[in-house]
């Protein structure tokens, strides 16, 4: 059920964790099926009740059987709604990314969903439930880490930090000084992020700061509801009438002509009118001559800040990017410290 009453919404801030909270876990889109992928979980697992959190594993995170990279359909929204309707679930985190997550959206119990209202986190494919659940239903999502990134021994700082917001404990947040330029091998599966190169958000209107209500994530997933016209923006900005949209994406596997067409569509839609700004993410698997070039000249009628090297997406780490929120960006000198306004 899509709300409807506007000018009475107020986005739903879920409930942060407290001390022997149980954070569910779950495969909506692909299961845990890669080789050890059993190790990284365990130590995740370990690390967050060492943190003073309990975990639960639904079934389908590693998988009904070797060669099932996903569950059924079916199965992947039950099992994502168990988790909403079990008092003691209080967070969500995703087991992987993938493909396929849109076969779960016809078909899930939203209603169950907005009744227990419950931070969900993950990327990549997941953000076709993020974004769903915030846009259509106003609840805040955050479009982070999937589970597997709690399982490095040696937390990184964004993983630290990412653990402070569901506390309760962050609202403010620097961008990193490093970041991995591609996927690496794992030998002990325990493995932190690699230091590949020196990160710098690259603002196309130099020192900037952005403010105005946070939604997006993995540009391969909005080109799907841009192409279909199956996410309500126009809903989403009826009932949140004062506050400009910052747009942030990232891309796993795109080309220019599907990036192009993404922002056509888009536009189209009307997803783009009202926008104060655009983050964009580390892009990943990019078929083209200058990613950054296609993409300016697809937004070259918005007199807006562009933002490119984002600390958000597939390229780690992953600053924490809450959708549905008030955000201000303050970019300078090729860093960045993220603000939420969480009242």
Not at 71 to 93: C, G, H, N, Q, Y
Not at 186 to 202: A, H, P, S, Y
Not at 218 to 235: P, Q, R, T
Not at 273 to 283: D, P, Y
Request: glycine fraction near 8%.
């Amino acid at each position: 059920m899509i709300r409807q009453d506007a000018y009475t919404i107020v986005m739903k801030i879920p409930p942060f964790l407290e001390k022997d909270d149980t954070i569910g876990i779950t495969a909506p889109s692909y299961s845990a099926v890669e080789a050890n992928d059993g190790v990284r979980f365990s130590n995740a697992m370990k690390k967050l009740k060492e943190a003073g959190y309990n975990t639960f594993l639904t079934p389908d995170t590693f998988g009904y059987g070797e060669d099932d990279e996903r569950a059924p359909a079916w199965t992947r929204m039950k099992e994502l709604r168990s988790l909403f309707i079990d008092d003691r679930v209080k967070t969500i985190i995703c087991a992987k990314g993938g493909e396929y997550e849109q076969e779960i959206l016809d078909i899930f119990d939203w209603e169950s969903a907005e009744a227990h209202p419950k931070w969900v986190q993950g990327y990549s494919d997941n953000t076709f439930f993020l974004l769903k659940y915030t846009v259509e239903h106003d609840v805040a999502t955050i479009y982070g880490g999937n589970f597997g990134d709690f399982g490095m021994d040696d937390w990184h700082r964004s993983i630290s930090e990412n653990l402070s917001f569901l506390e309760g404990g962050l609202t403010e947040q620097r961008s990193f000084e490093y970041h991995e330029t591609e996927f690496h091998d794992r030998i002990t599966q325990l493995e932190g992020f690699c230091d590949d190169e020196k990160t710098v958000w690259n603002s196309l209107s130099g020192d900037v700061r952005i403010k105005g209500r946070l939604l997006g994530g993995c540009m391969d997933v909005l080109a799907y509801f841009a192409e279909n016209d199956s996410l309500d923006i126009k809903g989403f900005r009826a009932r949140y009438p004062d506050d400009d949209i910052i747009w942030y994406m990232e891309t796993y596997s795109m080309d220019d002509g599907s990036i192009r067409n993404m922002f056509s569509k888009m536009e189209e839609n009307g997803w783009l009118k009202r926008v104060s700004g655009f983050i964009f993410g580390r892009e990943l698997f990019y078929e083209g001559s200058d990613y950054v070039k296609t993409v300016t000249d697809c937004l070259s009628d918005y007199d807006v800040p562009i933002v490119f090297g984002a600390d958000v997406g597939h390229k780690a780490p992953r600053m924490v990017f809450v959708n549905g929120v008030k955000a201000e960006f303050d970019i300078w000198d090729g860093t960045c410290t993220l603000t939420y306004s969480l009242d």
